[in-house]
C-alpha cells in the first residue's frame, strides 16, 4: 500500500503505479499494476475513471501479489498516467 501526490498544475487520469518484480538473476521479470483510488472523473465520451488525481491532490493505491505469483529477488517501479 502507499500514496502519490499529484505535484503538478494539471488532473492525472488512470493513475497507476507498475511494479516490475525480478524474477532471477538472468533478468526475467514480470510486472504487476495497481490503479490509484483516486476521484472520479467523467470525460465528454461518457467514460467514468476513479482513478484522477488532481492537482495537490493524494491519491491511495494498494498493490495484492498473489501467492502463485512465485519468488522474486527484487523490484522496480514507475508511476504512469494520462491527460486529456
Known sequence: ????????????DFAKINFIFRKDWKGETETLTAFVQGTNHTFDTGIVTD???LPGATASFELIVPKAF????GYSYSLDW???
Open 1 to 12: 500500500t502507499g500514496e502519490v501526490k499529484n505535484i503538478g498544475n494539471r488532473r492525472g
Open 51 to 53: 482513478s484522477s488525481v
Open 70 to 73: 512465485g519468488m522474486f529477488i
Open 82 to 84: 494520462e491527460e486529456f
